[in-house]
């Protein structure tokens, strides 16, 4: 399986400012074909299911606020919010879904103020 | 409204049957992999296996083959996750989700190619089991 490793495990940040999480792949999920990377991100609130903020590495889902970035290819990759909001508090996962499954989460990264 | 909904929480004596639902609504239920995905407290989730309502073609996670079975009824929209035997390394919140792609994308690096099902597009809002004597 692909094992997806994401830093930092806990991030506090000021209201306003940045906030980057970093997520990294054991293996290559660029397909070269297409030149696409299967990477998504999740945002999880307390008792929510998680849910989708970004596709294909960089691609917002739609009704995303923009302050809400991704970036990288390959093996590593980031996910930026520009200017912290107090709704923004929540546990982020990165998955990998261009292996044969099963498609790997990381660890998370739980982003307070 | 395109949702999944899912069945209440559960809690089982070690040993016992489950089955837990998930039912969709507001799309074509069997154009869409469902797959579940188990949270155990604390923990990243973990992909368990995806059935394909439309003929209930089923895959599932090495880690999790054998160890539940996954089905779905077409005629009501539902997909079911299913334990013979629970134990108490079963207790965790259990979603289904669904993924983006109608059907399937094919992958081929070289000579060797497989199937994709792309990421999660919508999520049930989980089913807590407990498994405690």
């Known amino acids: 399986d692909i094992v997806m490793t994401q830093s930092p495990d806990s991030l506090a940040v000021s209201l306003g400012e940045r906030a980057t999480i970093n997520c990294k792949s054991s293996?290559?999920?660029?397909?070269?074909?297409?030149?696409?990377?299967?990477l998504a991100w999740y945002q999880q609130k307390p008792g929510q299911p998680p849910k989708l903020l970004i596709y294909w590495a960089s691609i917002r889902e739609s009704g995303v606020p923009d302050r809400f970035s991704g970036s990288g290819s390959g093996t590593d990759f980031t996910l930026t919010i520009s200017s912290l909001q107090a709704e923004d508090v929540a546990v982020y996962y990165c998955q990998q879904y261009y292996s044969i499954p099963p498609y790997t989460f990381g660890q998370g990264t739980n982003l307070e103020i | 409204e395109v949702q999944l909904v899912q069945s209440g929480a559960e809690v089982k004596k070690p040993g016992e049957s489950l089955r837990i639902s998930c039912q969709g609504s507001?799309?074509?239920?069997?154009?869409?992999?469902i797959a579940w995905v188990r949270q155990m407290p604390g923990k990243g989730p973990e992909w368990m296996g995806i059935i394909y309502p439309g003929d209930s073609d089923t895959k599932y996670s090495p880690s999790f083959r054998g160890q539940v079975t996954i089905s779905a009824d077409k005629s009501i929209n539902t997909a079911y996750l299913q334990w013979s035997s629970l134990k108490a390394s079963d207790t965790a919140m259990y979603y289904c989700?669904?993924?983006?792609?109608?059907?399937?994308?094919?992958?081929?690096?070289?000579?060797?190619?497989?199937?994709?099902?792309?990421?999660?597009?919508?999520w049930g809002r989980g089913t807590l089991v407990t498994v405690s004597s």
């Open positions: 507001g799309y074509s239920f069997t154009r869409y992999w």
């Open positions: 989700a669904r993924h983006k792609i109608e059907g399937m994308q094919r992958l081929c690096n070289g000579a060797d190619c497989y199937d994709n099902y792309w990421y999660f597009d919508l």
């Open positions: 293996q290559s999920v660029l397909y070269s074909s297409s030149n696409k990377n299967y």
